[in-house]
């Protein structure tokens, strides 16, 4: 027999759930009101602790994890206010569900969590012991709670770089909305990698060109400011402009969408008619 107890009688009921879902022969369970759940293996012990195992890692995973990694944004990081909190934890599951790249070790595939979790459970669970999950957690999984720290931290590295997209694309915003209009209207024609600007009257504009229309406060600005493409629309400030791509979600289309809102129109490439200069 096996007693594994839990913090919360609730926690003991999902655990139960987990345990039943398989219906499994190799093992039998009881529990009562005192949070404790005693798992008797029924034949085939080896293979019985490994179901237990099982279900023990999917516990963790599904239950226990997001608290461990709310403790680890808030006891290691003191990101205390439940907004920012929740923001990382959402940025952090975008990393340990493989959304985004870990671009520290450069790794795409690291030990699985439940793996890690396997690796501790397995040489510990024995016919006859008695334990408490969460001192199990504490001090027997420290290489999986290590990985979710290294999440967290490429998390908050992430969030810092969105609050800062996010005061550069208001800052934009901000002298957009009081600069005077050069241009009434941009055509942008975006040919990845290259963006070519044309006047109202279609006129091609070269690089040379725009950089003169350049306002030298945004040179100076603390962060940096694209020189070919954001900076000269900025500067022109133009009321409409209008976007011809084949990939809207292109980076620096997004940014320019963020700033200009409703003063951008995309169309299709093959909207534009004319010829492009060779440069």
């Known amino acids: 027999m096996i007693k594994i107890y839990f913090e919360q009688h609730n926690e003991l009921e999902k655990f139960i759930c987990l345990l039943q879902a398989d219906a499994n022969p190799l093992f039998s369970c009881?529990?009562?009101?005192?949070?404790?759940?005693?798992?008797?293996?029924?034949?085939?012990?080896?293979?019985?602790l490994a179901a237990v195992a099982r279900a023990v890692a999917q516990f963790i995973l599904h239950f226990m994890e997001d608290r461990l990694l709310l403790s680890i944004i808030s006891g290691t990081f003191y990101y205390n206010d439940e907004e920012e909190q929740q923001q990382i934890l959402q940025l952090a599951h975008s990393f340990l569900d493989g959304e985004r790249h870990d671009y520290r070790t450069g790794k795409k595939h690291r030990q699985s969590r439940e793996a890690l979790i396997m690796d501790a459970l397995l040489p510990f669970l024995k016919d006859g012991l008695s334990f408490s999950l969460a001192s199990f957690v504490t001090f027997r999984l420290k290489p999986y709670i290590q990985l979710l720290s290294h999440y967290v931290e490429l998390a908050i590295d992430e969030y810092k770089l969105e609050q800062e997209y996010q005061t550069f694309v208001q800052l934009l915003r901000?002298?957009?909305?009081?600069?005077?209009?050069?241009?009434?209207?941009?055509?942008?024609?975006?040919?990845?990698?290259?963006?070519?600007?044309?006047?109202?009257?279609?006129?091609?504009?070269?690089?040379?060109?725009?950089?003169?229309?350049?306002?030298?406060?945004?040179?100076?600005?603390?962060?940096?400011?694209?020189?070919?493409?954001?900076?000269?629309?900025?500067?022109?400030?133009?009321?409409?402009?209008?976007?011809?791509?084949?990939?809207?979600?292109?980076?620096?289309?997004?940014t320019l969408q963020n700033v200009f809102q409703e003063r951008l129109r995309f169309f299709p490439s093959q909207a534009f008619r004319r010829s492009l200069p060779v440069e």
């Open 174 to 254: 901000d002298y957009v909305a009081v600069r005077e209009t050069k241009w009434s209207v941009v055509h942008l024609v975006h040919r990845p990698p290259e963006f070519f600007f044309f006047d109202a009257q279609f006129r091609y504009v070269p690089k040379t060109e725009l950089k003169q229309w350049i306002d030298r406060k945004l040179v100076n600005q603390p962060m940096y400011i694209d020189a070919t493409v954001l900076a000269p629309l900025v500067s022109l400030a133009p009321k409409t402009i209008y976007v011809y791509t084949d990939e809207p979600d292109d980076g620096m289309l997004q």
């Open 30 to 48: 009881e529990h009562s009101d005192d949070r404790v759940v005693a798992i008797h293996l029924v034949q085939e012990e080896e293979k019985g």
